[in-house]
């Protein structure tokens, strides 16, 4: 190689299916403000304008939790997703929702797709063998660029056993230095790019066990980076979800290290022209599910939006509609990250399905006292655990029925303090009522007398809405630190 290189990298990651133009929360100085932006056509047009000032000099990588978060994708089983990110002209990409339409789907998938699906830590049960490659070599200008692959490592933990059917997941802080050497040695690379799905708090611990990185791009934890993050010698960026945002990072290499960068965290602005030819993909995709979607299905004058740790307004919508119909006292769901904001005004089918794209059955349980407890702290230690290895997971257990007091900063199993349901002190021993929504609601080790209601979610919160127009959904306190 020359002694300097520009070399531009475009990251975008947990698009998680958003086709079109969407809602998105931004905070202001009174909390949430809210503004369309998104959708792969104003991507498209972003990353066109930025190769044809860079010609060619540019890689586009995506994170993953791009196949899956939508009801087009889902309804496919991500294949309405594939013509959209084959157009798009990816470089590379990591994995995490994808794995929810099972292994041997998601393996169909990539077989759909123009390029690769890199992960160093996800092993065939059987054979022991990586199911797709560590890494891909590519050659810009005359720098040979690493590219590295790390799945998220929670899907064979704490997430529905058919995600991970026959296969396993590991870390990946074991087998990265490996690569990396192979990489120097073997490849005689440049330059290592780290495409992970771990998150933001777990790459940075990794980027201080692990050298050899020149920069890591960072997804599942949906941060919005305004700048690099230098850890050691690594550059980490990551940049936000739904498409709502790209990272665009410009580097000078100078002698196989990054001698100085610009970093930019774009919003993916309405006023973007959208491209046209895909624009043309995304119509013929959404036209087979416009009028269901388009539906009006209620009021909210709440705004409804995922963007808060402890609780947030749009999962209250989705726990009160869920004990309505169940009769339940207690409710919980997964801390879902991904959803895009419903402002106030009319509420659509889709913007339902947006809440809960899988729309699982509602479940039913008995949970004691006891039984609630060990619950809760084991899914606080997964939320706030001092290791970023042992959070798993996304934002805290969403609850309704109850009020929480607990200690943040306490030891594993020990930070709840005191436990209300309804107006009345936690009694360990009695049995509680409770309904939920998929096994990341109430993991199926806890409690007794399952059932599972012919009503599903997407149909509780459409009768919810029937009765309760317009419809409120306030913060509770369900959670409180002290």
Not at 77 to 99: R, T
Not at 298 to 318: A, C, I, Q
Not at 408 to 437: D, M
Not at 467 to 477: D, K, S
Request: hydrophobic fraction near 40%; proline fraction near 6%.
């Amino acid at each position: 190689m020359k002694n300097k290189t520009l070399l531009t990298v475009i990251q975008m990651n947990d698009s998680h299916a958003y086709f079109d133009i969407h809602q998105e929360m931004f905070w202001g100085p009174d909390g949430g403000v809210y503004r369309e932006v998104g959708g792969y056509a104003r991507i498209a047009t972003l990353v066109k304008q930025i190769r044809e000032i860079n010609e060619d000099r540019v890689l586009f990588l995506d994170n993953g939790d791009t196949l899956n978060g939508t009801y087009p994708a889902v309804k496919t089983e991500g294949a309405a997703m594939v013509p959209v990110v084959n157009a798009l002209g990816l470089d590379a990409m990591s994995s995490h929702w994808e794995f929810a339409y099972g292994p041997s789907i998601f393996k169909k998938r990539v077989s759909e797709l123009n390029f690769p699906v890199l992960a160093i830590n996800i092993y065939d049960e059987t054979t022991n063998e990586l199911i797709f490659p560590p890494y891909v070599v590519k050659t810009i200008g005359d720098l040979r660029v690493g590219i590295i692959g790390i799945a998220s490592n929670i899907v064979d933990s704490t997430m529905p056993p058919s995600f991970s059917e026959g296969i396993r997941f590991t870390l990946g802080k074991d087998e990265l230095p490996g690569v990396i050497d192979q990489l120097r040695t073997s490849e005689q690379v440049d330059l290592i790019i780290l495409l992970s799905h771990l998150g933001f708090p777990q790459d940075m611990k990794l980027m201080t066990e692990v050298k050899g990185v020149d920069l890591c791009l960072s997804g599942h934890t949906h941060n919005r980076n305004a700048r690099p993050v230098q850890q050691g010698e690594t550059l980490i960026i990551q940049s936000g979800c739904h498409g709502s945002f790209l990272g665009r990072i410009d580097l000078e290499v100078t002698s196989g290290k990054i001698s100085s960068y610009e970093h930019q965290l774009i919003e993916v602005e309405s006023s973007i022209i959208p491209d046209p030819a895909m624009l043309e993909i995304i119509g013929s995709v959404l036209e087979l599910f416009k009028d269901r979607l388009d539906t009006v299905v209620g009021e909210t004058v709440t705004p409804l939006n995922r963007y808060t740790m402890l609780e947030s307004t749009m999962d209250n919508f989705l726990l009160q509609s869920i004990m309505d119909v169940s009769g339940a006292e207690l409710a919980f769901s997964n801390g879902w990250r991904y959803g895009a904001p419903v402002i106030p005004g009319p509420v659509t089918l889709n913007d339902l399905y947006n809440i809960i794209p899988m729309d699982p059955p509602i479940g039913t349980v008995q949970l004691t006292g006891d039984e609630l407890i060990n619950m809760l702290e084991e899914n606080l230690e997964r939320t706030f655990a001092a290791d970023p290895f042992d959070q798993m997971g996304g934002y805290i257990k969403r609850g309704l029925g109850l009020t929480v007091y607990f200690k943040i900063e306490n030891p594993a199993g020990q930070r709840i303090q005191q436990v209300f349901v309804g107006n009345e002190p936690l009694e360990t021993s009695r049995k509680y009522h409770t309904a939920f929504v998929t096994e990341q609601g109430v993991p199926r080790k806890y409690g007794s007398q399952r059932g599972v209601l012919k009503t599903h979610a997407v149909e509780a919160m459409e009768r919810f809405l029937a009765t309760h127009n317009p419809m409120y959904a306030e913060l509770r306190g369900t959670y409180i630190p002290v």
